[in-house]
């Protein structure tokens, strides 16, 4: 795997030549036939192969039904074991698609001798999401080629379960509504996943990692996050380890974790000064924190104290656990809700279109880039409120500025259209925010993302508000709009992301429909 980003060396000496990485010794292979066996603690997959490849014989009279229990019976277990939240939301965004499916051809063909029964689409639905987990559809790892074929791979078998429950439910006798709903959910599953590849940037679920540490050692670690095409981990820079023992080395390590928005700290250093400064500042800045010795570890060490990454060992000190399943169900509650929400508002979204149109020039959706989190950047889609050239004459008008700080308002703004007026004030152009929501950039709740240009002239305490996921709503916008300070908005986006609960999503999203309601937008 190339390399993702430029990477900054925060050493200010020259780096070392690359070496080669460690190699772990291969065990002997003449033990491994007198080692004590355990049931059902082989990595081999062999029998997996073979179950599904099955075919010819198996399949006469009643040998597929028990062909499928015996084949549910052995897979159903090993999901609930290799389901982590982390599936979660590409999982709900899945059969959200399929569900979606299903209800616009029972809606499209409108006859009941050729819909399914509820039985039948759940059991269809349960299929898909046990074999999409069993296929690796939600690696994050995975290539184009492999993740369609894994998708292939899951519907076939929900299709092969799907039209076996037929003989438990009323439309018993035709395989025609799932073979619709197969070729269907194959379709839109395959587009979404097109969509997202074209309009993701790649690096969007990278951990950022700086390497504290100088020399060979360092250089070696770097090279192997590199080249691992499993590794979810993007190099930041280094800091040398004379700068860790300079008097500010604290400040200088808690002022690039900031800057660069550093989720994990790997120390190369055998320095026992350097180490301890490295974990006392990673642990105050509640980053994880790994080692890397320099030895070599046995693939066969403990993997909950030593990771392998591209043939080195990382020893794990220190692991900042996030509220990974509260975050997945959030990522979940925004598909769910951008899904419908925007099927729903599709005819006023057509409307306004028209009404845009009619009013102005230029074009109907106004996209703009955004800083989201780790500030990233992203183009942001709104209804077009202003002239065309309402970017151009920015500068112009920053004399003007109502806000304090960097964040750029003027109520009456010279720039907005008649119809634009409308929709800021009922907020109807944020709607086509719900494709960003879908797409992963943003949240429906959450900081309000602001342009480049604004985020250029944060200071350094002001990075925190982008730690979190922007929202099309947020806690600043329900409870303090007209608010004109800076600070008072970031200090509320702070206070939203250390007291972040799903119920607190819930109440904001409520008070942001009667904020709607009212009219208070400006």
């Known amino acids: ?17 690359a070496t080669s990485a460690a190699v772990f010794a ?84 409108g006859l009941s001798r050729l819909a399914l029964s509820l039985s039948s689409v759940c059991i269809y639905i349960s299929a898909f999401l046990i074999f999409a987990v069993e296929e690796n559809l939600y690696s994050q790892q995975k290539t184009t080629m492999s993740e ?15 039209i076996f429950s037929l003989s438990w439910s009323e439309a018993r006798g035709s395989a025609a509504p799932v073979l ?8 839109v599953l395959m587009a979404a996943r097109l969509l ?6 790649a690096n969007d679920h990278k951990r950022n990692v700086l390497i504290v540490g100088s020399g060979t050692r360092a250089k070696q670690i770097s ?54 400064i490295a974990i006392q500042e990673a642990c105050r800045n509640k980053l994880d924190v790994k080692i890397a010795p320099d030895i070599s570890i046995p693939p066969s060490g403990n993997e909950t104290v030593f990771e392998n990454v591209g043939g080195i060992a990382l020893l794990k000190i220190h692991d900042h656990r996030s509220p990974e399943c509260g975050l997945a169900l959030k990522r979940g509650l925004d598909v769910v809700l951008a899904t419908f929400g925007g099927i729903a508002l599709s005819p006023l979204l057509l409307l306004v279109a028209i009404l845009i149109k009619l009013d102005s020039s230029g074009p109907v959706f106004y996209r703009a880039t955004r800083a989201g989190r780790k500030g990233r950047q992203f183009l942001c889609y709104k209804f077009r409120t202003m002239i065309a050239e309402a970017d151009a004459v920015k500068d112009n008008l920053r004399t003007k500025n109502e806000r304090h700080g960097a ?47 604004d985020v250029s002239l944060y200071k350094l305490q002001h990075l925190q508000r982008l730690d979190f996921v922007p929202g099309i709503t947020g806690l600043w916008q329900v409870t303090a709009r007209r608010d004109p300070s800076f600070e008072r908005s970031v200090a509320l986006d702070v206070e ?3 007291n972040w609960n799903l119920r607190l999503d819930l109440r904001i999203l409520c008070k942001t429909i009667s904020a709607v309601l009212k009219g208070s937008g400006v």
Not at 434 to 445: A, D, E, Q, R, T
């Open 1 to 17: 795997m190339g390399h993702t980003a430029n990477i900054i060396d925060f050493r200010a000496v020259h780096r070392p030549k």
């Open 26 to 109: 291969p065990v002997h292979a003449g033990y491994s036939d007198l080692a004590r066996l355990i049931p059902g603690t082989s990595d081999d997959l062999s029998i997996e192969k073979r179950l599904h490849g099955v075919s010819g014989p198996i399949f006469a009279g009643s040998a597929p039904l028990l062909f499928l229990s015996r084949l549910a019976a052995e897979i159903v277990p090993r999901f609930f074991k290799r389901f982590q939240a982390t599936m979660l939301p590409p999982a709900i965004l899945d059969l959200t698609l399929i569900v979606s499916v299903f209800v616009f051809e029972t809606w499209l063909l």
């Open 148 to 162: 369609n074929g894994a998708a292939i791979r899951a519907v076939g078998w929900a299709t092969l379960f799907g």
């Open 180 to 187: 619709a709903l197969s070729l269907g959910s194959l379709f």
């Open 196 to 201: 997202r590849r074209a309009l993701s940037p």
């Open 223 to 276: 090279d192997a996050i590199h080249h691992d095409p499993s590794s979810s981990r993007l190099v930041k820079g280094y800091v040398a380890e004379n700068h860790i023992r300079n008097i500010y080395g604290s400040a200088m390590l808690n002022r690039i974790a900031r800057e660069e928005f550093v989720d994990e700290i790997i120390i190369a250093s055998t320095d026992p000064g350097v180490v301890r």
């Open 407 to 453: 964040f750029f308002k003027i109520e009456n703004d010279p720039r907005v259209t008649r119809i634009g007026r409308f929709l800021r004030k009922y907020s109807v152009d944020e709607i086509p925010q719900l494709w960003n929501v879908l797409l992963g950039h943003m949240s429906l709740v959450g900081p309000r993302p602001h342009p480049p240009d």
């Open 496 to 498: 939203y992301i250390k």
